[in-house]
Each structure stands twice: as structure tokens, then as C-alpha cells.
């Protein structure tokens, strides 16, 4: 549901998601860093599954657990940073702002 502005009653509101933004890059930082550091035990366990298949196998396995240990720490970082600067946005910065009025306001005083 589209928000309405609380001086003029305008239904014309532009969102900024600054926010949003910076806790989504925060968070794609935070979660890859912390991916790096589970990577090292994806690598491990992968290189383990691999060396079933021999020594390639086991090199092939521990890029492909340290890979996906990596880029799971950066989606699940950048979803909860997506999620709490969805939460800074609407509580705490004024990201509405009324396009007949210019009046800006959060979300959850309006
Ligand atoms: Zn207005």
C-alpha cells in the first residue's frame, strides 16, 4: 500500500531507500567476510566428498565447497542487511517525501 502524505493528504510520495543501500552493501560485505571464514571448512568438507573421486576430485571438491561457502555468507549478509535497512528506513530515517509538498516523513508516522 502506497503511503500518503500526513500534511497534504497527496498520494504523489517518492521513497529513497538510502537506507536500504548502504545496510544491503554493508551487509554483502559482512556476510561474504564471514563467508570466507566458513569456506574454509566448506573447502574442507568438499575436499573430503572429493577424495572419493581420487585427488581431483578432492581439489575440485574443496574449490567448489570454498565457492559456494562464500557466496552464500555474501546472499544471506546482503538479505539481512537488505532486511534491516528496510527496518532503518521506514523507523528511523524520513525516506517518504511528498511530491506536491516536499514534506518528508517515515513511514511509520504516516
Ligand atoms: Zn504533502
Given amino acids: ?7 497534504c493528504r497527496s498520494g504523489r510520495i517518492a521513497a529513497h531507500h538510502t537506507g ?6 554493508l551487509g554483502t560485505v559482512a556476510g561474504a567476510i564471514s563467508g570466507i571464514a566458513a569456506a574454509c571448512s ?6 573430503t566428498v572429493g577424495a572419493i573421486a581420487g585427488p ?11 565457492l559456494l561457502s562464500g557466496l552464500a555468507g555474501g ?15 521506514e523507523s528511523i530515517l524520513d525516506s517518504f517525501e ?13
Fill in 1 to 7: 500500500m502506497p503511503p500518503q502524505c500526513p500534511i
Fill in 20 to 25: 536500504r543501500k548502504i545496510c544491503t552493501s
Fill in 42 to 47: 566448506g573447502a574442507r568438507i568438499g575436499a
Fill in 56 to 66: 581431483a576430485g578432492s581439489v575440485i571438491g574443496g574449490l567448489a565447497g570454498a
Fill in 75 to 89: 546472499i544471506a549478509g546482503g538479505s539481512a542487511g537488505a532486511a534491516l535497512g528496510d527496518f532503518v528506513d
Fill in 98 to 110: 511528498c511530491l506536491d509538498c516536499k514534506h518528508t516523513f517515515s513511514g511509520n508516522r504516516a
